[in-house]
Structure formats: C-alpha cells, structure tokens
C-alpha cells in the first residue's frame, strides 16, 4: 500500500506562484516515475507534469514555460513549482506515482489539493 500526501495548495491571485509538495510512504518498491495531473469541474484529468527516475521529463501543455517539476528520489517526493498562475490553472491537483512489479506497473493517486486563482 502507498500513501501519497499532496501539501500547498491554496487560494492565489493570478500571476502568483505556488508550490506543490508531495510525499509518499508505505510500499515504494519499483518507483519509476511520480508527477502530477489535474482536473477542474466538468473536465478530464490531465497531465501536468511527469519525471521518471532518469530524470526524463514530461510537460503538459498547459504547463510548459510556467511550471516545473523536480524529484527527490531518495526521499520518494515530488515537486511542482508553479509560476504565472492563471485562473485556467484553478483545478485539484494530483499527485501520481507509477510502479513497476513483477505482475505489472501499478498507479498510485493522492488525495488531491485544491488550487484556486482569482483574477
């Protein structure tokens, strides 16, 4: 079981900046990749940012020039520094974490944190 806990979500004017902290516990065996996706009302959840161990970067769309990830790995913690915030960007952001065990790749998901940008 792997708990993950999402921290520094909030309320923000836009152009603000804000940054995401999570943490995982329990059983991290297989650590491959953690990131963060999100979704606002009525929309799907989207990626905004994912790194796998080697340190390959994704970037959503909508984050790319804004919004930066980054990992400690030893501590099994991932990061989003966000910048420019704008009230598109209001969603509950998740904190993902993928595993590779010997049945399969296994996805883990936080709680979610709220973020919300007033104009």
């Known amino acids: 079981q792997v708990q993950l806990v999402e921290s520094g979500g909030g309320l923000v004017q836009a152009g603000e900046s804000l940054r995401l902290s999570c943490e995982a516990s329990g059983s991290t065996f297989g650590v491959t990749a953690m990131g963060w996706f999100r979704q606002a009302p009525g929309k799907q959840r989207e990626l905004v940012a994912m790194q796998s161990n080697n340190g390959q970067t994704t970037v959503g769309e909508s984050a790319k020039g804004r919004f930066a990830i980054s990992r400690d790995i030893a501590k099994n913690t991932v990061y989003l520094k966000m910048n420019g915030l704008k009230v598109g960007d209001s969603a509950v952001y998740y904190c993902?974490?993928?595993?590779?065990?010997?049945?399969?790749?296994?996805?883990?998901w936080g709680q979610g944190t709220q973020i919300t940008v007033d104009s």
């Open positions: 993902y974490m993928q595993r590779s065990l010997r049945h399969g790749v296994l996805s883990s």
